[in-house]
Protein backbone atom coordinates (compact mmCIF):
# COMPACT_ATOMS: atom_id res chain seq x y z
CA UNK A 1 0.00 0.00 0.00
CA UNK A 2 1.64 3.39 -0.81
CA UNK A 3 1.26 5.98 1.93
CA UNK A 4 -0.88 8.98 0.99
CA UNK A 5 0.74 12.25 0.30
CA UNK A 6 -0.26 15.12 3.33
CA UNK A 7 -3.19 17.00 2.08
CA UNK A 8 -1.59 20.10 3.90
CA UNK A 9 2.04 21.51 4.71
CA UNK A 10 3.92 24.66 5.89
CA UNK A 11 5.42 27.22 4.30
CA UNK A 12 7.95 29.65 4.68
CA UNK A 13 9.18 32.69 2.51
CA UNK A 14 12.50 33.78 3.25
CA UNK A 15 13.11 37.09 1.49
CA UNK A 16 15.43 40.12 2.01
CA UNK A 17 13.31 42.05 3.69
CA UNK A 18 10.10 39.75 5.51
CA UNK A 19 10.22 36.28 6.36
CA UNK A 20 6.56 34.64 6.21
CA UNK A 21 4.81 31.57 6.89
CA UNK A 22 1.62 29.54 6.87
CA UNK A 23 -0.10 26.74 6.42
CA UNK A 24 -1.31 25.98 2.63
CA UNK A 25 -4.08 23.84 1.45
CA UNK A 26 -2.54 21.73 -1.03
CA UNK A 27 -5.96 20.70 -2.50
CA UNK A 28 -6.62 24.35 -3.40
CA UNK A 29 -3.60 26.21 -2.88
CA UNK A 30 -4.75 28.41 -0.27
CA UNK A 31 -3.74 29.58 2.89
CA UNK A 32 -5.40 27.68 6.30
CA UNK A 33 -6.35 30.29 8.27
CA UNK A 34 -3.67 33.74 8.07
CA UNK A 35 -0.29 33.84 7.59
CA UNK A 36 2.57 35.97 10.00
CA UNK A 37 5.56 37.48 8.79
CA UNK A 38 8.97 39.06 11.04
CA UNK A 39 11.32 41.30 9.62
CA UNK A 40 14.57 39.55 8.26
CA UNK A 41 16.69 39.95 10.35
CA UNK A 42 19.63 42.10 9.84
CA UNK A 43 22.48 40.96 9.43
CA UNK A 44 20.61 38.20 7.75
CA UNK A 45 23.61 35.24 8.81
CA UNK A 46 22.47 31.89 8.95
CA UNK A 47 21.36 31.04 12.43
CA UNK A 48 20.09 34.65 12.84
CA UNK A 49 17.55 33.94 9.90
CA UNK A 50 17.14 30.41 11.32
CA UNK A 51 16.13 31.46 14.42
CA UNK A 52 13.45 33.82 12.59
CA UNK A 53 12.22 31.03 10.55
CA UNK A 54 11.72 28.89 13.98
CA UNK A 55 9.34 31.83 15.63
CA UNK A 56 7.43 32.51 12.63
CA UNK A 57 6.72 28.48 12.71
CA UNK A 58 5.97 28.60 16.12
CA UNK A 59 2.77 30.75 15.38
CA UNK A 60 0.88 28.18 14.15
CA UNK A 61 -0.30 24.57 15.63
CA UNK A 62 1.58 22.67 13.25
CA UNK A 63 3.81 19.95 13.29
CA UNK A 64 4.96 17.84 9.65
CA UNK A 65 6.88 18.71 6.13
CA UNK A 66 8.12 22.24 5.99
CA UNK A 67 9.25 23.64 2.87
CA UNK A 68 11.41 26.95 2.94
CA UNK A 69 12.21 29.25 0.16
CA UNK A 70 15.52 30.88 -0.22
CA UNK A 71 16.65 33.80 -1.99
CA UNK A 72 19.58 32.70 -3.71
CA UNK A 73 20.63 29.35 -5.63
CA UNK A 74 20.13 26.09 -3.52
CA UNK A 75 21.96 23.13 -4.55
CA UNK A 76 21.66 19.84 -2.27
CA UNK A 77 20.02 21.99 0.36
CA UNK A 78 23.11 24.00 0.55
CA UNK A 79 23.37 27.65 -0.82
CA UNK A 80 25.87 28.78 -3.48
CA UNK A 81 24.30 32.63 -4.12
CA UNK A 82 23.53 35.22 -1.61
CA UNK A 83 22.80 38.91 -3.81
CA UNK A 84 20.78 40.67 -1.53
CA UNK A 85 20.97 38.80 1.60
CA UNK A 86 24.66 37.85 4.10
CA UNK A 87 27.05 36.58 2.12
CA UNK A 88 28.26 34.52 4.98
CA UNK A 89 25.25 31.90 3.92
CA UNK A 90 27.51 30.71 0.57
CA UNK A 91 28.34 27.49 1.22
CA UNK A 92 26.04 26.90 3.94
CA UNK A 93 23.55 24.36 4.27
CA UNK A 94 20.12 25.44 4.66
CA UNK A 95 18.45 22.42 5.94
CA UNK A 96 20.91 21.49 8.62
CA UNK A 97 20.99 25.18 10.11
CA UNK A 98 16.92 25.16 9.95
CA UNK A 99 15.64 22.24 10.44
CA UNK A 100 16.61 22.40 14.37
CA UNK A 101 14.25 25.29 14.62
CA UNK A 102 11.18 23.80 12.47
CA UNK A 103 8.39 21.55 13.27
CA UNK A 104 8.92 18.54 11.03
CA UNK A 105 11.20 17.74 7.88
CA UNK A 106 12.43 20.55 5.65
CA UNK A 107 12.78 20.77 2.30
CA UNK A 108 14.69 24.07 0.48
CA UNK A 109 14.24 25.61 -2.81
CA UNK A 110 14.97 28.88 -4.73
CA UNK A 111 12.55 31.92 -3.73
CA UNK A 112 10.98 32.32 -7.18
CA UNK A 113 10.86 28.78 -8.25
CA UNK A 114 8.61 27.93 -5.52
CA UNK A 115 6.61 31.02 -6.65
CA UNK A 116 6.71 29.66 -10.11
CA UNK A 117 5.32 26.22 -8.94
CA UNK A 118 2.51 27.62 -7.28
CA UNK A 119 1.44 30.01 -9.93
CA UNK A 120 1.71 26.94 -12.59
CA UNK A 121 -0.22 24.61 -10.35
CA UNK A 122 -2.55 27.01 -8.58
CA UNK A 123 -2.49 30.36 -10.16
CA UNK A 124 -2.00 32.58 -13.63
CA UNK A 125 0.19 29.54 -15.06
CA UNK A 126 -2.38 26.87 -14.66
CA UNK A 127 -3.34 24.79 -17.70
CA UNK A 128 -0.44 26.14 -19.47
CA UNK A 129 1.98 24.01 -21.43
CA UNK A 130 5.18 24.76 -22.98
CA UNK A 131 7.95 26.74 -21.34
CA UNK A 132 5.95 29.17 -18.36
CA UNK A 133 8.81 31.79 -17.05
CA UNK A 134 7.73 33.60 -13.25
CA UNK A 135 10.12 36.96 -13.08
CA UNK A 136 9.63 37.76 -9.24
CA UNK A 137 10.58 41.91 -9.52
CA UNK A 138 11.32 42.79 -5.56
CA UNK A 139 14.80 43.77 -3.57
CA UNK A 140 15.95 41.73 -6.68
CA UNK A 141 14.71 39.03 -10.30
CA UNK A 142 13.94 36.40 -9.46
CA UNK A 143 13.44 34.17 -12.29
CA UNK A 144 11.85 30.36 -12.72
CA UNK A 145 11.22 28.14 -15.87
CA UNK A 146 8.72 25.85 -15.31
CA UNK A 147 8.44 23.79 -18.67
CA UNK A 148 4.78 21.45 -19.21
CA UNK A 149 5.19 21.52 -15.56
CA UNK A 150 8.37 20.77 -14.63
CA UNK A 151 10.48 23.05 -12.58
CA UNK A 152 14.60 23.95 -14.44
CA UNK A 153 15.55 24.54 -10.99
CA UNK A 154 17.91 27.89 -9.80
CA UNK A 155 17.42 29.41 -13.10
CA UNK A 156 19.16 33.18 -12.42
CA UNK A 157 18.04 35.32 -15.28
CA UNK A 158 17.66 38.59 -12.76
CA UNK A 159 21.13 38.01 -13.27
CA UNK A 160 21.86 38.39 -16.92
CA UNK A 161 24.10 41.41 -18.31
CA UNK A 162 21.86 44.24 -20.24
CA UNK A 163 23.91 47.30 -21.51
CA UNK A 164 27.17 46.10 -19.07
CA UNK A 165 25.10 46.23 -15.90
CA UNK A 166 23.39 42.92 -13.78
CA UNK A 167 19.96 43.49 -14.99
CA UNK A 168 18.48 43.23 -11.28
CA UNK A 169 20.22 46.16 -10.29
CA UNK A 170 18.46 48.00 -13.09
CA UNK A 171 15.02 46.55 -13.41
CA UNK A 172 14.14 45.24 -9.72
CA UNK A 173 11.41 46.83 -7.80
CA UNK A 174 13.95 48.03 -5.19
CA UNK A 175 15.43 50.05 -7.76
CA UNK A 176 12.21 52.14 -8.61
CA UNK A 177 12.17 53.22 -5.17
CA UNK A 178 16.06 53.89 -4.42
CA UNK A 179 16.18 55.81 -7.40
CA UNK A 180 12.57 57.26 -7.02
CA UNK A 181 11.83 56.66 -10.54
CA UNK A 182 8.19 57.02 -12.54
CA UNK A 183 5.98 54.19 -13.28
CA UNK A 184 6.90 54.78 -16.58
CA UNK A 185 10.45 54.70 -16.62
CA UNK A 186 10.66 51.95 -14.62
CA UNK A 187 8.52 49.92 -17.10
CA UNK A 188 10.86 50.82 -19.65
CA UNK A 189 13.46 49.38 -17.91
CA UNK A 190 11.25 46.39 -17.19
CA UNK A 191 10.25 46.14 -21.00
CA UNK A 192 14.28 46.11 -22.39
CA UNK A 193 14.77 43.37 -19.27
CA UNK A 194 11.52 41.40 -20.84
CA UNK A 195 12.28 41.93 -23.97
CA UNK A 196 16.00 40.38 -23.60
CA UNK A 197 14.71 37.51 -21.92
CA UNK A 198 12.10 36.52 -24.05
CA UNK A 199 14.73 36.75 -27.36
CA UNK A 200 16.69 34.05 -25.87
CA UNK A 201 14.43 31.84 -24.79
CA UNK A 202 10.69 32.54 -26.67
CA UNK A 203 8.78 31.27 -23.31
CA UNK A 204 5.06 30.77 -23.87
CA UNK A 205 3.75 32.87 -21.17
CA UNK A 206 5.26 35.47 -18.62
CA UNK A 207 3.84 35.82 -14.86
CA UNK A 208 4.82 38.71 -13.59
CA UNK A 209 5.39 38.47 -9.23
CA UNK A 210 6.90 40.36 -6.26
CA UNK A 211 5.43 42.76 -3.99
CA UNK A 212 4.39 45.14 -6.82
CA UNK A 213 2.52 42.84 -8.52
CA UNK A 214 -0.29 44.06 -6.05
CA UNK A 215 -0.38 47.67 -8.22
CA UNK A 216 -0.66 45.66 -11.78
CA UNK A 217 -2.47 48.49 -13.17
CA UNK A 218 0.56 51.25 -12.54
CA UNK A 219 2.78 49.52 -14.91
CA UNK A 220 1.98 46.17 -16.46
CA UNK A 221 -0.10 47.92 -19.34
CA UNK A 222 2.89 50.05 -19.96
CA UNK A 223 4.94 47.24 -20.85
CA UNK A 224 5.94 46.17 -24.94
CA UNK A 225 6.46 42.31 -25.09
CA UNK A 226 5.58 39.82 -27.84
CA UNK A 227 5.36 37.22 -25.01
CA UNK A 228 1.93 37.31 -23.40
CA UNK A 229 2.09 38.69 -19.82
CA UNK A 230 -0.03 38.03 -17.25
CA UNK A 231 0.27 39.11 -12.96
CA UNK A 232 0.46 36.35 -10.96
CA UNK A 233 -3.04 35.40 -8.82
CA UNK A 234 -1.10 34.46 -5.58
CA UNK A 235 0.14 38.14 -5.43
CA UNK A 236 2.79 37.75 -2.04
CA UNK A 237 1.68 34.30 -0.87
CA UNK A 238 3.30 32.38 -4.07
CA UNK A 239 6.43 31.94 -2.14
CA UNK A 240 4.77 30.27 0.94
CA UNK A 241 2.53 27.82 -1.40
CA UNK A 242 5.07 27.06 -3.35
CA UNK A 243 7.30 25.69 -0.92
CA UNK A 244 4.41 23.72 1.14
CA UNK A 245 4.38 22.40 -2.38
CA UNK A 246 7.55 21.06 -2.45
CA UNK A 247 8.00 19.93 1.05
CA UNK A 248 5.30 17.04 -0.05
CA UNK A 249 6.59 16.61 -3.88
CA UNK A 250 9.95 17.22 -3.37
CA UNK A 251 12.65 19.02 -5.56
CA UNK A 252 15.13 17.51 -7.46
CA UNK A 253 18.21 16.52 -5.33
CA UNK A 254 20.98 17.60 -7.42
C1 LIG B 1 18.86 35.96 -6.51
C2 LIG B 1 17.85 34.91 -6.88
C3 LIG B 1 16.51 35.22 -6.22
C4 LIG B 1 16.08 36.64 -6.56
C5 LIG B 1 14.79 37.04 -5.88
C6 LIG B 1 18.33 37.33 -6.88
O1 LIG B 1 19.25 38.30 -6.52
O2 LIG B 1 20.09 35.74 -7.17
O3 LIG B 1 18.29 33.64 -6.48
O4 LIG B 1 15.55 34.31 -6.68
O5 LIG B 1 17.09 37.57 -6.21
O6 LIG B 1 14.90 36.99 -4.50
Not at 42 to 71: I, M, R, W
Not at 82 to 101: C, Q
Not at 160 to 188: C, F, N, P, T
Request: proline share 5%; net charge negative.
Amino acid sequence: MTARKPTKAFGIDVGGTGIKGGIVDLSTGELIGERYRLDTPQPSTPESVAKTCGAVAENFDYAGPVGLTFPGVIQKGTVMTAANVDHSWIGTSLVTTADPHLPGPVTVLNDADAAGLAEVRYGAGAGQSGLVMMVTLGTGIGTALIHDGVLIPNAELGHIEIDGHDAERRAAASVKERKDLSWEDWAKRVTKYLQTIENLLWPQLIILGGGVSKKPDKWVPLLETRTRLVVAEMRNNAGIVGAALAAVEGVEKD
